[in-house]
């Protein structure tokens, strides 16, 4: 008898092996080996937004699927906030999170950055027919910011009096800005740029640097994933092919802090963008 149980325990256990994954499979720990799960957003642009289709595309789509490309992998977009995709990263619903993030030393507590993949600015939209011209004039009026964005704590620290206004999306708090709900909307640099050209009645009421770079974000056990995108990201810095995504949605030319990250991009926007 128990030579018969310990040759059925035997056979279950050959049987478990075989239809597991080894590492040699799945190098980069994914949810689903071949496919890197992605939490994006659909109202940033130019860095994840969602085309008329509702596909999303951007310049960290772009970088993402460039890189997965170069590592013979999948991606498998899922369109959610900022809030959402930091926890669904904690809470292993996602591998990584594809949008333009900024690197917070409260974020990095939770999850790991890519290296940079852009450096931004901050800017303050309000209508054409708004006077404030700098970041004291928002004293008792509604400023909105998307949740969870390293923008929400710009507006009670910058904007002293401003009363703030969580929206769950870009999207929203442009609607709210223009029918006349909202007094102001802070974004990335970039962003306002997009949303400016949609929009002829906003306009760039003040503008400020940040201090931190625009990056990926991954879990912490992610390592290897980690490790291959910087790699390929580097790749694609050396090779140009970062250079010719960055022209392709950017009007203006790297910041120093980023051209310090990757001394290459110096020669490549030497003449400007």
């Not at 990263?89 to 890519?114: C, I, P, W």
């Not at 209508?127 to 390293?150: E, H, I, Q, Y």
């Not at 949609?198 to 990926?216: D, G, K, W």
């Amino acid at each position: 008898m128990f030579r018969i149980a310990f040759a059925a325990l035997a056979g279950a256990l050959v049987l478990a092996g075989c239809g597991s994954t080894s590492s040699a499979d799945d190098p980069y720990g994914l949810l689903e080996p071949g496919t890197i799960r992605a939490a994006t957003q659909t109202s940033q642009p130019p860095f994840a937004y969602g085309d008329p289709t509702g596909k999303p595309v951007g310049f960290v789509i772009d970088v993402t699927d460039e890189a997965a490309k170069r590592l013979g992998l999948k991606v498998d977009y899922k369109s959610t906030s900022v809030t959402s995709s930091l926890a669904g990263l904690t809470s292993h619903q996602y591998d990584l999170a594809a949008a333009g993030l900024g690197v917070t030393e409260e974020r990095q507590k939770s999850v790991s950055f890519t290296k940079p993949l852009f450096w931004s600015t901050t800017a303050v939209l309000t209508t054409a027919s708004s006077t404030a011209a700098k970041l004291t004039d928002f004293a008792g009026r509604k400023v909105g910011a998307v949740t969870g964005s390293t923008q929400e704590p710009f507006v009670p620290a910058k904007m002293p009096g401003a009363v703030p206004i969580g929206f769950p999306n870009a999207n929203a708090a442009v609607s709210q800005l223009l029918n006349g709900a909202l007094d102001a909307f802070v974004v990335g640099g970039p962003d306002a740029e997009q949303f400016l050209k949609q929009y002829p009645a906003l306009r760039r009421a003040a503008s400020a640097p940040v201090e931190h770079p625009t990056s990926m974000a991954v879990p912490k056990d992610h390592g290897a994933l980690l490790t291959a995108l910087d790699q390929q990201i580097g790749a694609m810095v050396a090779d140009g092919t970062y250079a010719r995504l960055y022209r392709k949605y950017f009007t203006t030319a790297p910041l120093p802090q980023l051209v310090a990250a990757w001394p290459a991009l110096g020669a490549q926007f030497a003449g400007g963008l």
